[in-house]
């Protein structure tokens, strides 16, 4: 069995045993799946690119607040927070919405917190849909969104197009080099944010706990995954997914997770018998897919 927790039960932080976190974080509600006309009219080099709906940009700020509250509960200071982003730009959106909301963490957020472009965290694209040549440069983006630190180097830009099985490959990998690059220190209280997609919030924590996909709720908009280790240990743990508010798809810092982009855990083929081709536990599909 994969290691579970419950995030009340972690062990305490303290100078011999430091707990490392991440929080795997799913863009907010997209602006196409709520406005379907976007599309016919959009750009054509942007169709893959599309912005957060307005419900999107208040599930970000709603991450932030709750953000917020827990790391000056847990007293994170903001030079102990990383956060890489997708280069998306929903995925951008929602990192900078959540970094405006942390007004209580402690040190100086705009100053040290910066939004640090990741490609091996960029979008799943199964289809052939040429998703990722919508991207422009980050210099581009960095005009628009100044937290974002445009000196910052990708661990790696993933080969395309996937299959689902070089998706995981990929999903072992980055959960590989973010761990070697980003190591639990007995010194720090350390905290990353990784700012995704439904597909690698699903794939990440499969990679870095050993869960099955079954075992991993379906990934709504904005909704969280907490993944924790010891600075004596490299087993990351996550709760289990039937634990009530657990930090596994957590999504009870929103007021309004929306019904257009839904909730996600779909990586089984299509048939009959699951025409949607979820893979999460049971009990926890959606009626429609996206």
């Known amino acids: 069995m994969p290691p579970q927790s419950n995030s009340s039960d972690l062990p305490s932080t303290s100078v011999s045993s430091r707990v490392q976190s991440i929080y795997i974080v799913r863009h907010g509600d997209r602006w196409d799946y709520t406005h379907p006309e976007w599309k016919q009219s959009a750009n054509t080099k942007r169709k893959g690119d599309p912005s957060l709906s307005q419900l999107g940009h208040e599930q970000a700020r709603q991450v932030g607040r709750y953000f917020d509250k827990l790391f000056t509960k847990e007293n994170v200071a903001a030079e102990n927070i990383t956060l890489l982003s997708s280069p998306f730009l929903r995925t951008i959106q929602t990192s900078n919405e959540l970094l405006g909301q942390m007004k209580n963490t402690q ?41 974002i630190d445009s000196s910052y180097e990708t661990l790696f830009v993933p080969t ?74 490299d087993k990351w743990s996550i ?52």
């Open 239 to 290: 709760d289990h997914h039937s634990i009530d508010d657990g930090m596994n798809g957590f999504t009870s810092h929103m007021k309004d997770i929306g019904t257009c982009t839904r909730p996600w855990n779909n990586f089984h083929t299509r048939c009959d018998e699951n025409p949607r081709g979820y893979s999460g536990p049971q009990g926890k599909e959606v009626d429609n897919d996206q």
């Open 107 to 147: 040190g100086e957020k705009d100053d040290t917190i910066k939004i640090k472009p990741e490609y091996s965290i960029f979008e799943l694209d199964l289809w052939g849909q040429g998703l990722h040549e919508s991207l422009p440069s980050m210099e581009e983006r960095e005009c628009y969104f100044p937290r």
């Open 160 to 233: 395309l197009p996937e299959s689902k099985e070089t998706f995981f490959d990929r999903c072992d990998e980055a959960m590989d080099q973010i761990g070697k690059a980003y190591p639990c220190e007995e010194e720090k209280n350390q905290v990353l944010i990784l700012v995704s997609h439904a597909a690698l919030c699903i794939g990440l924590v499969k990679s870095a706990t050993g869960c099955e996909l079954e075992e991993i709720n379906p990934a709504a908009p904005c909704s969280i995954y907490k993944i924790t280790r010891a600075s004596s240990d």
